[in-house]
């Protein structure tokens, strides 16, 4: 069976009890995938709670899809309801896309996850931490988010949460990895050896992004399209708002780009 993303075995309890005291299916299997009755009341139940609020679920066997629905709005202030076409925009889940990517141009022998970074960067720029000026930070340290990159300053988080970046990939990291520049800083560097300590980080993925665009000669989203996308006829996925269907993309409830202030 393939689901998604109904149910995990995290939080089973919290939901049995739930089920439980709302009178719904108490006894029921909640792994019993094949009774379609289960899975939508138990659905119904953890939006009810507010466990998810919206979101689209299937169940595949044997490679078919044997269950469906759609919970929610797509656009809550003026109740669109999510459809089968909704385009959600997936956060931190596209940081799998860019290790995909990478891994793509490991197996054709292009990058060595234990070089040096600086190997897959355009001329001039480096990376390095000024606390270990002569510590190595590879492609395995990025995408393990253990590198020494500190965590995503003020003037990061708005390129990426406000919409589609107004900077390159490229411009970005020159002025964030040299110093003098715009968005350079000590801080943006933990105080130990790259490679020691693992510290979840955007600017890691970024990075791995970026030496994508360098060694396969292509702009990281068009790698991403002709490479991924396309051949796994993902062509509603984008890395940029503007070249999705608007009519099509579910805005967030809390947060957002619309609560941004640019």
């Not at 990517?101 to 000024?130: C, E, F, H, K, R």
Request: glycine share 6%.
């Amino acid at each position: 069976y393939s689901v998604g993303p109904i149910l995990t075995e995290d939080g089973t309890e919290k939901v049995e009890r739930m089920l439980e005291a709302a009178g719904i299916l108490v006894g029921a299997n909640l792994y019993d995938f094949e009774n379609t009755q289960v899975v939508h009341h138990t659905n119904q139940a953890l939006r009810a709670n507010m466990m998810f609020k919206r979101d689209i679920d299937y169940i595949v066997k044997d490679g078919k899809v044997i269950w469906d629905n759609n919970y929610g709005y797509r656009n809550r202030e003026n109740q669109l309801p999510v459809e089968d076409s909704t385009i959600f925009e997936i956060g931190s889940i596209s940081k799998t896309f860019v290790a995909t990517s990478v891994m793509q141009l490991v197996q054709q022998g292009l990058i060595d996850l234990n070089a040096n970074i600086d190997n897959y960067l355009p001329d001039g720029l480096t990376v390095s931490n000024p606390y270990f000026p002569g510590e190595s930070i590879t492609m395995k340290m990025l995408l393990t988010h253990t590198s020494s990159l500190g965590a995503d300053g003020s003037d990061f988080i708005p390129l990426y949460q406000c919409g589609d970046s107004p900077v390159r990939l490229d411009s970005f990291f020159v002025e964030y990895l040299t110093p003098g520049r715009k968005y350079y800083n000590q801080k943006n560097f933990y105080n130990y050896r790259p490679g020691t300590h693992w510290n979840y980080c955007n600017v890691d993925l970024a990075l791995a992004a970026l030496a994508v665009e360098h060694v396969s000669g292509k702009p990281f989203y068009e790698y991403c399209r002709d490479s991924i996308f396309l051949p796994l006829s993902m062509n509603s996925s984008s890395w940029f708002l503007a070249e999705t269907n608007q009519a099509n993309l579910a805005t967030p409830y809390d947060g957002g780009i619309q609560h941004c202030q640019m």
